[in-house]
């Protein structure tokens, strides 16, 4: 079933208002032209009042002249009349047939609508001023009502429908193939790599279908320019940084070293070398594929225990120097392997940056539904305007903290590993040292 946003409501709404409209205006149009057709003209009521006129000065001259004008009218009209008072006899000594005087049950005012339902002309009744009679004849032909009433009809059957389809058809166009248009032009944007071109605000703010889509499309552009500018940058870092072992492998070389002296540095600029082409590409792909781990309940103070034994075996650092403040009830729900690799890569950034004698420890709070986990080093911190930046790539504050040889890419794929489990990753400075925090859902 189609949620209440959705563009199927507007649909149903838009037709179902077209053609009550269409229906409404039909039947309003049609009565308008029954009413107004149905009624004699101007014209027809004042050549009839003044046969009554006429009629009535012939009454009061004698049945002679009542009878002469009455011929001369009915020549002139081809139409039959008769005078009769108020209760229907006839006046002037003329007489009448019992077909005529049934017919005389069925006489209508001059001033009211005619029906259609009567075949033929109907009789129609005038009153006169003076005298209590009233002039009774067959409608002329020529004042017939209704002459233009076929044409009138039709062009309210076929006019009315048709001017409310150009407004059906603007007002959906307006609806959905504007908006599709403008999601056309987008995509061919994007073919053409004009990444800088975004929807319109009428479009990704729309509740229905057609929002949907093009927040998807916007946020796809958005991705995808986000990503080249990425790697381009990626690349450019990854050049320069690969510029300074090189340059010391071409000074070696140029330099008398021994064997030995050259295996060594050789040795060591080929593994800063490896480190740095691997962590560039596990960040890129955790950039561009952006992983869904699988996850599960992971105990972290066990997890803590295996890193800090591997971290003080290749620090040289004693245990005692990495603690730990964590509930035994202090279970995570994150990928075992991402989750690793995240608090691992935090912990040997706090080691490079902590002083002589320095120490690490990591505290857990609940929150709520969450686990927060704190690792906290004791060194100089970070200042407060690059607590963010220290997540981009090759991104290193030796000013600010001294004493590192990495690449800058451990908190670059720390950060997008716990994002890859549906938690949040940051940092702020302690006293001292830099906290980084990761808010996990609780088991």
């Known amino acids: 079933m189609p949620n209440r946003h959705s563009l199927f409501w507007r649909l149903v709404v838009l037709v179902a208002g077209f053609c009550l409209a269409m229906i409404w205006a039909s039947g309003y149009v049609s009565r308008q032209i029954d009413r107004s057709t149905s009624y004699l003209s101007p014209e027809a009521l004042e050549v009839l009042a003044s046969y009554a006129e006429q009629a009535e000065a012939a009454l009061e001259q004698g049945p002679e002249a009542l009878a002469r004008w009455r011929e001369t ?76 009433h076929a ?116 040795d060591r600029e080929v593994v800063g070398m490896q480190q740095l082409v691997d962590s560039t590409l596990e960040f890129a792909w955790l950039d561009s594929e952006q992983p869904r781990f699988e996850c599960e309940p992971v105990e972290v103070a066990a997890l803590w225990d295996v890193l800090c034994e591997n971290a003080c075996f290749e620090a040289g650092w004693p245990r005692e120097r990495i603690r730990a403040q964590v509930p035994e009830d202090c279970r995570v729900l994150g990928n075992l392997n991402a989750l690793a690799q995240a608090m691992e890569n935090i912990l040997r950034n706090a080691i490079r940056y902590s002083p002589a004698q320095g120490q690490v420890c990591l505290t857990a709070h609940r929150e709520a539904r969450h686990w927060r986990l704190s690792i906290v080093d004791e060194g100089p911190g970070v200042p407060p305007d690059q607590l963010g930046v220290i997540f981009h790539p090759f991104a290193r504050l030796s000013a600010a903290r001294p004493g590192g040889d990495g690449f800058g890419l451990g908190l670059a794929i720390a950060r997008s590993m716990v994002l890859m489990q549906g938690g949040e990753i940051w940092a702020e400075n302690g006293a001292p040292g830099l906290r980084m925090n990761i808010r996990l859902r609780n088991v």
């Open 73 to 148: 009218v009915e020549a002139r009209e081809s139409s039959w009349l008769v005078i009769v008072d108020a209760k229907l006899q006839p006046l002037g000594g003329q007489q009448l047939s019992d077909e005529a005087r049934q017919q005389l049950m069925f006489v209508r005012h001059y001033a009211w609508p005619m029906s259609r339902r009567f075949q033929g002309l109907p009789l129609i009744s005038i009153p006169m001023q003076e005298a209590r009679a009233q002039l009774i004849m067959r409608l002329p032909e020529r004042f017939r009502p209704w002459r233009n």
């Open 151 to 266: 044409l009138l009809t039709a062009g309210a059957v076929y006019l009315a429908p048709v001017l409310l389809s150009v407004l059906f058809c603007g007002i959906l166009y307006r609806l959905l193939v504007s908006p599709l248009e403008a999601l056309r032009r987008q995509a061919n944007a994007v073919r053409g790599n004009r990444l800088d071109s975004l929807l319109p605000a009428t479009i990704a703010h729309r509740s229905d279908e057609l929002g949907e889509l093009g927040r998807s499309l916007e946020y796809l552009t958005r991705r995808l320019r986000d990503t080249i500018a990425q790697q381009q940058q990626l690349l450019r870092d990854l050049s320069h940084e690969l510029r300074t072992p090189l340059s010391r492998l071409r000074v070696a070389c140029e330099t008398p070293l021994s064997a030995e002296e050259m295996r060594q540095r050789t």
